[in-house]
């Protein structure tokens, strides 16, 4: 769950067009840059470096806050849940908890993950480390998960403590865009709705190609705008409006496509590139986040966990709405790293 109220304008955020986007040295760049002096393009740098800055905070202080409220009613799994297309029975809240349960092992099975290559694991934006717990467990592996929020690292290592897991799985605050270990450590790079945040796709995969072991795998399942259609440059402005407003709320800086992560992917000779679209498959869960926030017991907890879930919880049927329209999509991109 990512919705909230945003401290800081997010106009002074890094945002990019698509068509920006696929030019990462375009990243500090407005359209008049070429004529802008060395000073002023020194404080166009340093305003886009406050910004990432103003952004990672915004990001750590949002799940600091709500991350309490998302594991009292959704559990240790932050992320959607994967259904039959079609589903329209009403789940329970356990069969909601299985269909994200089902989001990781669809991705291992779409990514072709095998137990016997899995020893070590990076979980890359981890939440409170479902991920981690679920895929150490699963594989007997030793898996290290990283986030921006100090309260879900702390939360995280004391759900493993409490499973007698922290031996092989621990976690810690670090950034996706500078993670804090060797080259090729691990043989599953693992990152499950965390790219949507990261200001600098382009930065984002190097880092996971760079920590992803020869023969390892790489997993990003995420949210997406639409893929381009041949000839188009941008997004229609109404669907950016859609965006902007869903980004306005939530701390998210420019989406992208999935074609733009497999070009990404493309650019470093990754093995196996493959990509899903699997916005049918996820249909049923923003309906059922926004019937749970509804119950009583729901508006209770919302009150008390403050303004940033609130507003979270009016930004979802943007979400909604986005699917429904194509222009958000939920993406799994996977590759292999060469041996
Ligand atoms: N993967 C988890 C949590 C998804 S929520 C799950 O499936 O349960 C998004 C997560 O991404 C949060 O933990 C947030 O702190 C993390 N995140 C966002 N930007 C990040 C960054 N730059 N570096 C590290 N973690 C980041």
Redesign the pocket.
């Known amino acids: 769950m990512?919705a909230t109220l945003a401290p800081f304008s997010f106009t002074s955020l890094p945002y990019r067009t698509n068509s920006s986007f696929r030019s990462p040295s375009l990243l500090l760049k407005s359209p008049s840059s070429a004529s802008l002096t060395t000073a002023a393009r020194g404080s166009v740098a340093l305003k886009a470096t406050t910004s990432t800055e103003a952004l990672?905070e915004g990001?750590?202080e949002f799940?600091n806050e709500t991350s309490g409220l998302w594991e009292e009613i959704w559990g240790?799994?932050?992320?959607h849940g994967f259904y039959d297309p079609d589903s329209s029975i009403q789940l329970s809240d356990s069969g909601h908890r299985e269909a994200q349960i089902r989001m990781i092992e669809e991705s291992l099975h779409f990514a072709g993950v095998t137990e016997e290559r899995v020893k070590r694991v990076v979980?890359?934006?981890?939440?409170?480390g479902?991920?981690s717990r679920y895929l150490a467990s699963k594989f007997g592996a030793e898996c290290i998960g990283?986030?921006?929020?100090p309260v879900?690292a702390k939360r995280a290592n004391d759900l493993a403590a409490a499973q007698s897991l922290s031996k092989r799985v621990s976690f810690l605050v670090?950034?996706?865009?500078e993670q804090p270990f060797e080259d090729g450590k691990f043989d599953l790079v693992w990152s499950?709705?965390?790219g949507e945040?990261?200001p600098d796709k382009a930065k984002f995969v190097k880092e996971l190609v760079r920590v992803a072991a020869p023969g390892g795998r790489i997993i990003i399942v995420t949210w997406c705008h639409r893929n381009l259609s041949q000839g188009e440059e941008t997004l229609q402005p109404w669907e950016q409006n859609l965006l902007d407003r869903i980004c306005k709320t939530f701390y998210l800086p420019a989406w992208c496509s999935t074609d733009d992560y497999v070009n990404l992917l493309q650019s470093h000779s990754l093995q196996d590139i493959k990509c899903a679209d699997w916005s049918e498959n996820v249909a049923p869960f923003w309906p059922a986040v926004i019937r749970t926030a509804l119950t009583w017991n729901g508006l209770w907890s919302l009150l008390l966990s403050g303004m940033k879930s609130i507003k979270g919880a009016l930004t979802m049927p943007l979400m909604i709405k986005g699917y429904k329209k194509g222009v958000i999509k939920f993406g799994i991109i996977t590759c292999q790293k060469p041996l």
Do not use: F, N, P, W
């Open positions: 990512k990672r990001i750590a799940y240790d799994h932050m992320h979980d890359v934006g981890c939440g409170i479902g991920s990283i986030t921006l929020s879900q670090a950034d996706a865009l499950m709705e965390s945040h990261m």
